[in-house]
Nanobody
């Protein structure tokens, strides 16, 4: 069993930056693809970014492309989401997920989420 714990969320002004971390425990996730999702109040959870097991392929939602960077450190069993040029519309609870087949509609594991609030 894998536990995913997100951290790094908080309150930031528009234009600022944050780095989220997703630490995995229980077993290694080096063979898993990792992804970040977010859910704003009153909205459905949406895909933000994903990265394959080796880090060689990365995908981004159009809304964050060029501003967010997903990365991973398999030695630390951790994935990251570097967020820059943040906008108020980026305010949401951010979740990380892990899945061996990149089936993001139903990933193997979810984290509990971390709140990101961007003030205008």
């Amino acid at each position: 069993q894998v536990q995913l714990v997100e951290s790094g969320g908080g309150l930031v002004q528009a234009g600022g930056s944050l780095r989220l971390s997703c630490a995995a425990s229980g077993r290694t996730v080096s063979s898993y693809a990792m992804a970040w999702f977010r859910q704003a109040p009153g909205k459905e959870r949406e895909f933000v970014a994903s990265i394959n097991w080796s880090g060689s392929f990365r995908y981004y939602a159009y809304s964050v492309k060029g501003r967010f960077t997903i990365s991973r450190d398999n030695a630390k069993n951790t994935a990251y989401l570097q967020m820059s040029s943040l906008r108020p519309e980026d305010t949401a609870v951010y979740y990380c997920a892990a899945d061996q087949q990149r089936e993001w509609n139903r990933p193997n594991y979810w984290g509990q989420g971390t709140q990101v609030t961007v003030s205008s």
